[in-house]
DNA sequence: CTCCTTGCAAATTGTTTGCATACCT
DNA sequence: AGGTATGCAAACAATTTGCAAGGAG
């Protein structure tokens, strides 16, 4: 159910805008959907449709990605680690809401998900004083995770 | 006064850790301290130390950039738009405090900054919760700047 | 039939690394 | 003197682009 929405609306805006509903760009978007727990980087992606569909190319999957970013059907994230990561957009996702929030410790670069939403007045509040539209919001903590701070001393 | 403290900082923990003072880890500092409100590539630090050490090399200011961040004296920041970029750490800062809100245009790719401090409680309440200490955050806004957001209909 | 899209390979870009030389301490 | 740093060039890795061939509308 959750699954058909997203993909019918990624068929409709193609449409609307006269670009093509292509096998690669569904199993892209279909791929993101059946792992919206996870941050994955085009590779990852890459790899999982290879399997249904072993002739895709790297580069395609790029460009499905761009595409799918830009429509706001999948959201980006980085760790700084030198690769962008993608999941599906928060809107579409089947959990109680956005998840953008993860400790990342500065020694060993685990990253910690930390899930809380104390931001949609703040949100509300940056509309209100900016004209900002707000769509999504990242909230990284860089510090020192439990066994780095104990291995510190 | 404030230029003085962060390059003595500097000397002191490399002395500590039986690395050297050089020219080159100091002025990529002081350019980093003397442009302390905007975001600068590698790139940028570069060309502003080159006006003072022509010779200087690109791996070097990346090497340094690694050293400052490893001791906690710059901060690492990205927009996503495939380069990190680093500003003098927040601790040295002459401002008010940390300032690691951005609003970011998803169609024009603007950055607006955006001061407000609401973090500390919630800081406060991960410390206890998980054990991870933090050390700074990170907070972007993604959506639509007041000029996008007229032009989209 | 006409563009849009794809796969491939080559090109780019940001960043890192190897190595001989130069420099701190 | 002895190890650390540097500059340069080559190496890398993630992403983008050009182009001829294939596919959707």
Redesign the pocket.
């Known amino acids: 159910m959750e699954q058909k929405e997203v993909q019918e609306l990624l068929k409709d805006r ?1 449409k609307e805008k ?8 569904l199993l892209v978007l279909s791929v993101l959907e059946e792992n919206s727990g996870r941050h994955m ?3 990852d992606i890459y790899e999982l449709v290879s399997e249904d ?1 072993p ?6 999957v ?3 990605l ?1 595409l799918l970013w830009d429509m706001q059907l999948v959201d980006r994230i980085s760790f700084d680690d ?3 990561r993608y999941e599906i957009g928060h809107l579409f996702k089947g959990e109680a809401k956005h998840n953008h929030h993860h400790l990342i410790c500065r020694k060993c670069n685990k990253v910690i998900p930390f899930g809380d939403d104390l931001l949609d007045d703040l949100e509300h509040h940056i509309e209100e004083a900016t004209g900002f539209h707000v769509l999504d919001h990242e909230l990284k903590f860089f510090g020192l995770c439990r066994e780095c701070m104990k291995k510190e001393k």
Chains 1, 2 share one sequence.
């Not at 006269?18 to 760009?25: A, D």
């Open positions: 193609l006269g670009l093509k509903v292509t096998r690669q760009r980087t085009a590779e569909y002739d895709i190319g790297l580069a395609t790029y460009r499905a761009q030198g690769c962008v």
